[in-house]
């Protein structure tokens, strides 16, 4: 049986983006124009979605179940 499909919203799939190249709250933010306190909701709930402890087991997740490719 496979695992479930996870659905993530536009703006998360952003913020998932960016945060696997190493941007934080602050500087995503910035990027695309949102609060800090808003990528860190974003974050939160990306964590809660794929049932991560912290970012670097939501980044791994996130390669495993393609909702990031490796860019060649």
């Known amino acids: 049986m496979s695992a479930p499909k996870i659905e993530l919203t536009s ?3 952003e913020v998932l983006e960016l945060l696997s190249v190493g941007y934080n709250s ?3 933010g910035e990027k695309i124009f949102i609060s800090s306190n808003t990528v860190e909701y974003h974050r939160k709930q990306l964590l809660r979605k ?3 402890r912290n970012v670097a087991e939501l980044i ?3 390669y495993r179940t393609g909702l990031l490719k490796v860019n060649d």
């Open 11 to 13: 703006r998360e799939r």
């Open 26 to 28: 602050k500087e995503i």
């Open 50 to 52: 794929t049932n991560s």
């Open 60 to 62: 791994g997740k996130a």
